[in-house]
C-alpha cells in the first residue's frame, strides 16, 4: 500500500504549542520571507532551506496572486523524537514529514524523515505547507480538509510520488473505493485512508482547473470565506450544482489516470511528444496533439507563459506544412497512375518546396523517383507524339522505331492508357506495313505480266 509521506494542516491532528527547550537551543536564520527556526548544529540544513524558501514563497504566492505576510516561520525538527516532544498527539499519526499552522504561520519540516526525498520532493513539502497556509487565508480557515489538501498536492512540482498516488487512484477506482464528494468534509475520511483521500482530492482539484483554469480555483477560494461551506461556494464559482460537478468529475476522471495528470495548469505545457512526432515525421498525430494542447494552453491563459503558445503555434504550423506536403506528394503518385506527368511534375516541386521549407529532407529519395518517372513518361510520350508525326508522313519504319520505344516505356510506368495508344498505333503500323507488302505484291505480279504481254505483242526482230 502506498503511503503518503506529507501531513495537512496542524490543526486537524494537535494544536502545537511553542517548541519547549527540550528539543535544545532554537537559532534562527532570516530570510526576505521566513524565519528558519533550527537547533544548534543543524546550521548547515537551515542554509540549504535558505537556499530556496523564498523563491518557492514568490512562486506560490505569484501563482495565487496573494502573498501572506512575511516573515512566515519554518521550523526544522532534527528528529522525530525531537517532534513528538513538541508533538505528542503527533505519534499516533503515521508519515507525518511537515506540517503548517495556518494560524501561527509556520511550517514545520521533520528534517531526519526527509533524509530518503529528492531535492524536488523536500521542495514540495514547503510548496505543499506553504499552499495550506495560503488557502486558508484566503479563505478565511473555511476551506474544508479535502479541498486543503487537493489544492496543496496541486501546487507541488512533477515528482517520482506523483505516479504512485494515480497507481493508489487507480486501484480504488477499479475496487469502487472512490469517496463521494460529501467525504471532502470529513477529516477523519481523508486521513484515515490516505491512498484515497490524498489521489482523489488532487484529482478533484486538478478537475475543476482543468475545467475552467486555475483563476476559477482562486475565486473559489474567496468565495469560500464568505459562503457556508464547500457546497455553496462550488456553486457560486463554478455555476453548476456539486452533484453535476461530481459526476462531470466522474467521467473525466478515466483520461486523468490514463496520462492526464502529468498536465498541470502551473507548469509550461510539456512540447516534447509533438517535437517527437514531428521528427519522427508523423505529421497527423502532431497536428492532432498540437490541436490539444493548444485548446489546454488556452483555457489555462492566466497561468501559462505567451511564449508557451508562440511555440505551439510555430509547431503546428509544421505540423500542417508536413500534412500538406504529404498529401501533395500522394497527389502526385496519383497523377503518375494516371500518366499525368505535366500535372505530376508541379505537384512534386511543390511537395519538395514544403519539405524543404520545414527542413524535411527524409522525402527526397521518394520525391526523386517520382521525377524520374515524369522525365521518362514525358519522354515516352513525346516518342508516341514523334511515331504519330512519322505515320503521316509514311516514314513507317522510323515510327515503328519510336512507337517501340514508347511501347516499353508505358509498360515499365504502368501507364495503361498510354500503353494501350501506343499498341493500337503499332497495330495500325502492322496493318500498313501488311498493306503496304500487299501493294507492293501486287504492283511486283502486276510488273511481270506487264511484261510477258508486252513480248508477246513485240513484233519480231526485223533481219537485215
Given at each position: 500500500?502506498?503511503?503518503?509521506?506529507?501531513?495537512?494542516?496542524a490543526v486537524v491532528f494537535f494544536a502545537p504549542g511553542k517548541a519547549s527547550a527540550q528539543t535544545g537551543e532554537w537559532r534562527e536564520r532570516n530570510t526576505?520571507?521566513?524565519?528558519?527556526?533550527?537547533?544548534?548544529?543543524?546550521?548547515?540544513?537551515?542554509?540549504?532551506?535558505?537556499?530556496?524558501?523564498?523563491?518557492?514563497?514568490?512562486?506560490?504566492?505569484?501563482?495565487?496572486?496573494?502573498?501572506?505576510?512575511?516573515?512566515?516561520?519554518?521550523?526544522?525538527?532534527?528528529?522525530?523524537?525531537?517532534?513528538?516532544?513538541?508533538?505528542?498527539?503527533?505519534?499516533?499519526?503515521?508519515?507525518?514529514?511537515?506540517?503548517?499552522?495556518?494560524?501561527?504561520?509556520?511550517?514545520?519540516?521533520?528534517?531526519?524523515?526527509?533524509?530518503?526525498?529528492?531535492?524536488?520532493?523536500?521542495?514540495?513539502?514547503?510548496?505543499?505547507?506553504?499552499?495550506?497556509?495560503?488557502?486558508?487565508?484566503?479563505?478565511?480557515?473555511?476551506?474544508?480538509?479535502?479541498?486543503?489538501?487537493?489544492?496543496?498536492?496541486?501546487?507541488?512540482?512533477?515528482?517520482?510520488?506523483?505516479?504512485?498516488?494515480?497507481?493508489?487512484?487507480?486501484?480504488?477506482?477499479?475496487?469502487?473505493?472512490?469517496?463521494?464528494?460529501?467525504?471532502?468534509?470529513?477529516?477523519?475520511?481523508?486521513?484515515?485512508?490516505?491512498?484515497?483521500?490524498?489521489?482523489?482530492?488532487?484529482?478533484?482539484?486538478?478537475?475543476?482547473?482543468?475545467?475552467?483554469?486555475?483563476?476559477?480555483?482562486?475565486?473559489?477560494?474567496?468565495?469560500?470565506?464568505?459562503?457556508?461551506?464547500?457546497?455553496?461556494?462550488?456553486?457560486?464559482?463554478?455555476?453548476?450544482?456539486?452533484?453535476?460537478?461530481?459526476?462531470?468529475?466522474?467521467?473525466?476522471?478515466?483520461?486523468?489516470?490514463?496520462?492526464?495528470?502529468?498536465?498541470?495548469?502551473?507548469?509550461?505545457?510539456?512540447?516534447?511528444?509533438?517535437?517527437?512526432?514531428?521528427?519522427?515525421?508523423?505529421?497527423?498525430?502532431?497536428?492532432?496533439?498540437?490541436?490539444?494542447?493548444?485548446?489546454?494552453?488556452?483555457?489555462?491563459?492566466?497561468?501559462?507563459?505567451?511564449?508557451?503558445?508562440?511555440?505551439?503555434?510555430?509547431?503546428?504550423?509544421?505540423?500542417?506544412?508536413?500534412?500538406?506536403?504529404?498529401?501533395?506528394?500522394?497527389?502526385?503518385?496519383?497523377?503518375?497512375?494516371?500518366?499525368?506527368?505535366?500535372?505530376?511534375?508541379?505537384?512534386?516541386?511543390?511537395?519538395?518546396?514544403?519539405?524543404?521549407?520545414?527542413?524535411?529532407?527524409?522525402?527526397?529519395?521518394?520525391?526523386?523517383?517520382?521525377?524520374?518517372?515524369?522525365?521518362?513518361?514525358?519522354?515516352?510520350?513525346?516518342?508516341?507524339?514523334?511515331?504519330?508525326?512519322?505515320?503521316?508522313?509514311?516514314?513507317?519504319?522510323?515510327?515503328?522505331?519510336?512507337?517501340?520505344?514508347?511501347?516499353?516505356?508505358?509498360?515499365?510506368?504502368?501507364?495503361?492508357?498510354?500503353?494501350?495508344?501506343?499498341?493500337?498505333?503499332?497495330?495500325?503500323?502492322?496493318?500498313?506495313?501488311?498493306?503496304?507488302?500487299?501493294?507492293?505484291?501486287?504492283?511486283?505480279?502486276?510488273?511481270?505480266?506487264?511484261?510477258?504481254?508486252?513480248?508477246?505483242?513485240?513484233?519480231?526482230?526485223?533481219?537485215?
Open positions: 500500500m502506498c503511503v503518503f509521506l506529507f501531513i495537512a494542516l526576505t520571507a521566513f524565519t528558519i527556526v533550527y537547533v544548534v548544529g543543524g546550521e548547515a540544513e537551515a542554509e540549504r532551506y535558505a537556499g530556496f524558501v523564498d523563491t518557492i514563497y514568490d512562486e506560490v504566492s505569484t501563482s495565487f496572486g496573494y502573498r501572506p505576510p512575511p516573515p512566515l516561520s519554518l521550523r526544522l525538527f532534527p528528529t522525530s523524537a525531537d517532534y513528538y516532544q513538541v508533538n505528542p498527539a503527533a505519534r499516533n499519526v503515521p508519515g507525518i514529514v511537515a506540517h503548517a499552522d495556518f494560524r501561527r504561520h509556520e511550517l514545520v519540516v521533520i528534517v531526519e524523515r526527509t533524509q530518503q526525498q529528492s531535492e524536488e520532493e523536500v521542495h514540495n513539502n514547503v510548496r505543499h505547507e506553504l499552499t495550506h497556509i495560503i488557502a486558508a487565508d484566503m479563505s478565511e480557515n473555511r476551506l474544508n480538509t479535502g479541498f486543503q489538501e487537493g489544492v496543496a498536492q496541486y501546487m507541488e512540482h512533477t515528482a517520482l510520488d506523483l505516479d504512485s498516488k494515480i497507481a493508489a487512484l487507480r486501484l480504488a477506482a477499479d475496487q469502487g473505493r472512490l469517496m463521494p464528494w460529501s467525504a471532502l468534509d470529513d477529516r477523519d475520511a481523508i486521513y484515515g485512508d490516505p491512498d484515497v483521500g490524498y489521489p482523489q482530492s488532487l484529482s478533484i482539484v486538478a478537475f475543476l482547473i482543468d475545467r475552467d483554469g486555475f483563476a476559477k480555483l482562486r475565486e473559489f477560494l474567496t468565495i469560500s470565506a464568505r459562503s457556508s461551506g464547500y457546497r455553496s461556494a462550488l456553486e457560486r464559482a463554478y455555476g453548476a450544482s456539486v452533484t453535476d460537478l461530481e459526476t462531470a468529475w466522474q467521467k473525466w476522471l478515466p483520461g486523468y489516470m490514463a496520462g492526464g495528470y502529468k498536465n498541470n495548469a502551473l507548469d509550461s505545457y510539456d512540447l516534447s511528444f509533438a517535437r517527437g512526432l514531428l521528427e519522427q515525421g508523423n505529421y497527423p498525430a502532431a497536428v492532432s496533439e498540437l490541436e490539444q494542447a493548444s485548446t489546454w494552453i488556452t483555457k489555462h491563459a492566466d497561468t501559462q507563459p505567451a511564449e508557451v503558445a508562440a511555440q505551439v503555434s510555430q509547431l503546428k504550423s509544421h505540423a500542417e506544412a508536413g500534412v500538406r506536403a504529404t498529401q501533395i506528394a500522394e497527389s502526385a503518385r496519383k497523377a503518375l497512375e494516371k500518366g499525368n506527368y505535366e500535372e505530376a511534375q508541379r505537384q512534386i516541386d511543390e511537395s519538395r518546396r514544403i519539405f524543404t521549407g520545414i527542413g524535411d529532407r527524409r522525402q527526397d529519395a521518394a520525391l526523386d523517383v517520382y521525377a524520374q518517372r515524369v522525365i521518362r513518361g514525358i519522354a515516352a510520350s513525346t516518342q508516341l507524339d514523334r511515331a504519330n508525326e512519322l505515320v503521316g508522313g509514311l516514314r513507317f519504319t522510323q515510327a515503328r522505331e519510336a512507337v517501340n520505344v514508347a511501347t516499353h516505356e508505358f509498360a515499365a510506368l504502368g501507364d495503361t492508357l498510354r500503353l494501350e495508344n501506343a499498341l493500337a498505333l503499332r497495330s495500325t503500323l502492322d496493318r500498313y506495313q501488311r498493306l503496304t507488302g500487299a501493294i507492293l505484291m501486287v504492283v511486283g505480279v502486276a510488273g511481270v505480266l506487264l511484261n510477258l504481254i508486252g513480248r508477246r505483242f513485240q513484233r519480231p526482230a526485223e533481219i537485215w
